[in-house]
């Protein structure tokens, strides 16, 4: 058998059965990763922004939706969107970035959507500042988290919930949370949060709860299924684990050339390629470096720039592509000393791997 995609006598390989179940591929059709031919834009057009909804997407209208702040506060407040909307206006753009992204490159993989790379884009995300809401509520001095509640419910290991997350006041005071109701210029889309999201710049994309119904006080930390029990790192699934905050640091490439359908394997010609991408850390912290491995050689990429504080940045390289058959990968190191491992520890559910990004790459020789 001709192993070789682009050979006229090349035949697909068997599948083996099991190989993703069904419940993978269910989940995979529901949500979409970003197209990695767009790597080369500052802003991920917003079709092709990575998707991760929980349960079903619920359908909100902007006229009836009410944002209700209430529990240890003393002056609870209940807003309408024209309230919301009518508050000191910011864009922001920010690289959103699933926990699970890069799950399948960890064995044995856990039963849950099965990223590969995809699962990161970054939008101007138009909003509001979250900390003087919450102030104008008038918190209690005793408040240890703020719970964000979406409208969103549906089941997780026999657990019945709505989607909800929490950040302590220390979380509020240090990020720069935005309350949100557009994208990249226009409102938000259903299955993006409308009418109204929050979006915690720097942490992984959990923390940025859509359809956001209510924000409630709590005097005693927050006990929710989505906060206590998942995102935790783990490296054994009985521990009590850590849990999931900022995003690590990573690296992608925009595959080069033209692909194979089903093998997505590159197809080049010989010659002077520029290799671009993107790299991206969590907590603002910049990009200070990006390498590509090619000809066996890590060699330093030219940063392009990030379009915020809380956006990846690019990066290009001029590879002399030679005929044959190549693996290239790229990795980036942040602002702090951070490096993407070639492999990532192991995690239960698969999450935080942040492992150099590879990619297969025939170049052809035009003298054959
Ligand atoms: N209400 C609600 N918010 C949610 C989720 C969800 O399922 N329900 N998924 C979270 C996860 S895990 C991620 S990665 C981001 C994805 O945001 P996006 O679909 O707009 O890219 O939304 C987060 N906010
Ligand atoms: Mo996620």
Same mark, same amino acid.
């Given at each position: 058998?001709?192993?070789?995609?682009?050979?006229?006598?090349?035949?697909?390989?068997?599948?083996?059965?099991? #190989?993703?179940? /069904?419940?993978?591929?269910?989940?995979?059709?529901?949500?979409?990763?970003?197209?990695?031919?767009? @790597?080369? #834009?500052?802003?991920?057009?917003?079709?092709?922004? *990575?998707?991760?909804?929980?349960?079903?997407?619920? =359908?909100?209208?902007?006229?009836?939706?009410?944002?209700?702040?209430?529990?240890?506060?003393?002056?609870?407040?209940?807003?309408?969107?024209?309230?919301?909307?009518?508050?000191?206006? =910011?864009?922001?753009?920010?690289?959103?970035?699933?926990?699970?992204?890069?799950?399948?490159?960890?064995?044995?993989?856990?039963?849950?959507?099965?990223?590969?790379?995809?699962?990161?884009?970054?939008?101007?995300?138009?909003?509001?500042?979250?900390?003087? @809401?919450?102030?104008?509520?008038?918190?209690?001095?005793?408040?240890?988290? *703020?719970?964000?509640?979406?409208?969103?419910?549906?089941?997780?290991?026999?657990?019945?919930?709505?989607?909800?997350?929490?950040?302590?006041?220390?979380?509020?005071?240090?990020?720069?949370?935005?309350?949100?109701?557009?994208?990249?210029?226009?409102? @938000?889309?259903?299955?993006?949060?409308?009418?109204?999201?929050?979006?915690?710049?720097?942490?992984?994309?959990?923390?940025?709860?859509?359809?956001?119904?209510?924000?409630?006080?709590?005097?005693? /930390?927050?006990?929710?299924?989505?906060?206590?029990?998942?995102?935790?790192?783990?490296?054994?699934?009985?521990?009590?684990? =850590?849990?999931?905050?900022?995003?690590?640091?990573?690296?992608?490439?925009?595959?080069?050339?033209?692909?194979?359908?089903?093998?997505?394997? /590159?197809?080049?010609?010989?010659?002077?390629?520029?290799? !671009?991408?993107?790299?991206?850390?969590?907590?603002?912290?910049?990009?200070?470096?990006?390498?590509? #491995?090619?000809?066996?050689?890590?060699?330093?990429? !030219?940063?392009?720039?990030?379009?915020?504080?809380?956006? +990846?940045?690019? +990066? /290009?390289?001029?590879?002399?592509?030679?005929?044959?058959?190549? =693996?290239?990968?790229?990795?980036?190191?942040?602002?702090?000393?951070?490096?993407?491992?070639?492999?990532?520890?192991?995690?239960?559910?698969?999450?935080?791997?942040?492992?150099?990004?590879?990619?297969?790459?025939?170049?052809?020789?035009?003298?054959?």
């Amino acid at each position: 058998m001709n192993i070789n995609p682009f050979h006229p006598d090349f035949e697909k390989p068997a599948t083996t059965d099991g #190989l993703f179940s /069904r419940d993978e591929l269910r989940l995979a059709n529901r949500n979409s990763g970003i197209l990695l031919e767009t @790597l080369n #834009l500052d802003i991920t057009p917003t079709g092709a922004h *990575y998707l991760l909804n929980h349960f079903d997407v619920p =359908v909100i209208a902007d006229d009836d939706h009410q944002l209700t702040l209430n529990g240890a506060f003393d002056a609870p407040l209940t807003l309408s969107m024209d309230d919301i909307r009518a508050m000191p206006q =910011v864009t922001e753009a920010v690289t959103l970035e699933c926990a699970g992204n890069g799950r399948e490159g960890v064995s044995p993989r856990s039963h849950l959507m099965p990223w590969m790379y995809e699962a990161v884009g970054t939008s101007e995300w138009i909003g509001t500042p979250l900390a003087p @809401l919450l102030e104008r509520a008038k918190p209690h001095d005793n408040v240890q988290d *703020y719970v964000f509640h979406g409208a969103d419910f549906g089941f997780d290991k026999g657990h019945p919930h709505n989607f909800a997350r929490s950040l302590t006041p220390q979380d509020i005071a240090e990020l720069d949370v935005m309350l949100v109701w557009g994208m990249n210029g226009q409102p @938000l889309l259903p299955q993006h949060g409308a009418p109204l999201r929050i979006i915690v710049p720097g942490w992984y994309g959990m923390a940025s709860v859509k359809w956001l119904t209510g924000i409630e006080a709590l005097t005693t /930390r927050f006990d929710g299924y989505q906060q206590a029990h998942g995102y935790h790192y783990r490296t054994v699934a009985d521990e009590p684990g =850590v849990p999931i905050t900022r995003i690590l640091v990573k690296s992608l490439i925009r595959p080069p050339g033209v692909p194979d359908w089903v093998s997505r394997k /590159r197809w080049v010609e010989a010659g002077k390629i520029t290799l !671009e991408g993107r790299a991206w850390s969590g907590g603002g912290v910049p990009i200070a470096k990006v390498e590509v #491995l090619a000809d066996s050689q890590w060699q330093e990429a !030219e940063l392009t720039g990030a379009p915020g504080r809380y956006a +990846w940045t690019g +990066w /290009r390289f001029d590879w002399q592509a030679k005929p044959g058959d190549h =693996v290239l990968k790229c990795r980036a190191t942040d602002a702090e000393g951070n490096t993407q491992p070639m492999e990532s520890a192991f995690d239960v559910a698969g999450f935080g791997n942040n492992s150099v990004h590879s990619i297969d790459v025939h170049v052809d020789d035009p003298a054959v």
